[in-house]
């Protein structure tokens, strides 16, 4: 340890902390000496920032290292001594995964621990402080550097460590030593300890070394002790908890809904039971009428706030072919609470939901209504769809409008209206394109919109002009101009329905081939393979998109048109095709997200299957 006295003996400002010259650090750690509560605050709130700011160390951080040690055993404040521990412990903390190689590559947190292995016989006093939170905060110091300490220092600190084990008198401490001790490669079990706290410890111990599935015992201590028995602050770098068994639990669903069912039953108390339930929805396939059923039991629980259970239930309940009875009348019982009622009812497709859209007419929810409902609903909902429509002034609700109305078919005079006046003008037509009959009325109003300002009018419009007239004259006017511009990838997508006739346009598609984003080259391939009947790209090429971060959705159809499946994307492709677990990424923009409630993945999951078999 070295004193306040000591600290003009370093060049402090030869070295370098978060912000520059470290020339200011010796009177923040002097500062900690002080019995000013407000200073010492201050001070340690500067010296974190400074010397492990947002978890990185410096060259100042490794010199600090004894004058800390010095502010723990001899600082007059208890606050100080503590702020000192934690900052020590936050700066010397790595991957335990990884012994001996702290996360740092640049090895300064390794020359911090190596400091701190060095003042740790000073420190080990502080495990038998009358004070609990400095026994407790001493053993995560202990615990930071257990896999980096020198052979010849283990044997000390691990027979205190097992003292501590047996004989504290906080079961909170003597847990906390038991973590302590597994990072010194000792492995205990206590799952019948008559203190939670050891319990829970020993659970998820257990768990770590076990993988999944977990042992039945195991889960047991879960799903008996709660979310709240779990490890207190000596866990590293992994936030509550609560979370860090939340996410040791996601890794087996069977032990996670069987869990979260458990404390559901038991009041799903800080709503730990239903959190749990619903990420194991997100991140594993096919489990949603077992998460749903836990939604269920969990409503009762939550009167007061129902939103994240039902916003849950509307996410996940189109997967279910015959939702239960129970659970469509729980959403009727709560229509006049929370409007994701009303929206889960039509994801399930209730066929009393329909009644009930005059009511709310949402433009959101009469989209998901013109997705999901059966067509003897169409009627109804064309109406109830066009004079939304025609009262909105909000555009990207008129976008959605307008769609929805394409959906359910119909509704030329709406869209038309649409289009001329130049509201959700490009989904108008687009609409119009797929829908419409052509009349000379039509098409010279679409004429029109092909020479708008607008690059996506233009393309929208053009398009839409050959689908319903067969003349592609107008689109090959359209298309040069778009294609070359910088937002061409739009105009390649909405190319693709001309088919063989856009032939001409071809000599501007082909260099988009070699674009250098792979998301340009993907989308080429579609309009190319639409043209010519091949994707122009080469195999290799379109395999490298087959990845969940990537285009996945747009690269799988073009891998049909090859004469074999490639052998390189089998691999994937069995992966994406039987993985129990979600590969693409879960739309978390909202509960109406177009591309949520897993829908992608399982749409990702066809296409694999359908390329493997055929």
């Known amino acids: 340890m070295r004193s306040p006295e000591e600290l003009g003996q370093v060049d402090w400002a030869a070295l370098e902390h978060a912000y520059g010259s470290a020339e200011d650090v010796p009177e923040l750690l002097a500062a900690l000496h002080g019995d000013d509560p407000d200073a010492v605050d201050e001070a340690g709130h500067e010296l974190v920032g400074a010397v492990c700011h947002q978890g990185s160390v410096y060259s100042a951080s490794v010199a600090a290292v004894p004058f800390l040690a010095h502010v723990v055993r001899h600082a007059p404040l208890s606050e100080a001594r503590k702020r000192a521990m934690v900052l020590l412990f936050l700066m010397a903390e790595h991957e335990p995964e990884e012994p001996g190689e702290p996360r ?18 000073d420190l080990l006093p502080c495990l038998a402080d009358p004070d609990q939170e400095t026994r407790q905060l001493a053993l995560r110091l202990v615990a930071s550097v257990a896999d980096v300490l020198p052979e010849a220092r283990r044997a000390e600190p691990a027979e205190l460590l097992t003292g501590i084990l047996e004989a504290d008198a906080a079961p909170a401490v003597r847990a906390d030593a038991l973590l302590a001790l597994d990072r010194f490669g000792v492995q205990l079990a206590f799952l019948d300890s008559p203190f939670a706290e050891i319990r829970q410890v020993s659970a998820v111990l257990a768990a770590d070394r076990h993988g999944p599935p977990y042992p039945a015992a195991v889960v047991e201590v879960f799903a008996a002790d709660g979310p709240s028995g779990g490890p207190g602050p000596l866990w590293p770098v992994t936030g509550e908890p609560a979370e860090h068994l939340t996410r040791l639990l996601r890794r087996d669903p069977d032990a996670a809904l069987a869990v979260a069912g458990r404390w559901i039953a038991a009041g799903d108390e800080g709503s730990h039971g239903s959190w749990l339930a619903e990420r194991v929805a997100e991140g594993w396939r096919d489990r949603e009428a077992e998460v749903l059923d836990l939604m269920l039991a969990a409503l009762p629980h939550h009167r007061d706030e129902p939103a994240p259970r039902l916003r849950t239930v509307a996410h996940w309940i189109e997967h279910l072919r015959t939702p239960p009875a129970a659970l469509l009348d729980a959403l009727h019982a709560h229509l006049d609470r929370d409007p994701l009622a009303l929206l889960a009812l039509v994801r399930a497709r209730d066929p009393r939901a329909l009644d009930l859209l005059p009511g709310r007419p949402d433009a959101d929810l009469l989209a998901e209504a013109a997705r999901l409902l059966p067509a003897a609903a169409h009627p109804r909902l064309r109406v109830l769809i066009a004079r939304q429509l025609a009262d909105c002034t909000d555009e990207f609700a008129s976008r959605t409008l ?70 592609p004259a107008l689109a090959l006017r359209a298309f040069p101009e778009l294609l070359t511009d910088r937002q061409s990838i739009d105009a390649i997508a909405e190319l693709e329905p001309l088919g063989a006739a856009a032939a001409p346009l071809l000599p501007l598609i082909t260099p988009l081939l070699a674009d250098r984003r792979p998301e340009r080259r993907t989308t080429a391939a579609g309009a190319h393979l639409r043209i010519t009947g091949s994707p122009g790209l080469p195999a290799a090429d379109l395999i490298a998109q087959l990845d969940p971060g990537k285009d996945v959705l747009r690269a799988l159809p073009l891998l049909a048109a090859f004469p074999r499946l490639p052998e390189e994307a089998r691999p994937f492709l069995r992966g994406l095709a039987f993985a129990p677990r979600r590969l693409l990424p879960e739309d978390f923009l909202g509960v109406l997200g177009r591309t949520g409630g897993g829908r992608d993945d399982y749409r990702a999951r066809s296409l694999a299957l359908t390329l493997l078999r055929t």
């Open 402 to 471: 307008v769609e929805a109305l394409g959906a359910v078919g119909g509704g030329t005079p709406e869209l038309t209206a649409c289009l001329r006046e130049g509201r959700a003008a490009v989904q108008a037509a687009r609409v119009l394109g797929r829908t419409a009959t052509a009349t000379p009325r039509l098409a010279s109003l679409l004429g029109e919109s092909a020479a708008a300002e607008d690059g996506a009018l233009r393309a929208a419009a053009a398009t839409a002009h050959y689908r319903l007239t067969g003349d």
């Open 104 to 121: 740092r590559a640049d090895g300064t947190t390794t020359a911090v621990c190596a400091e701190l292995c060095r003042m740790l016989p």
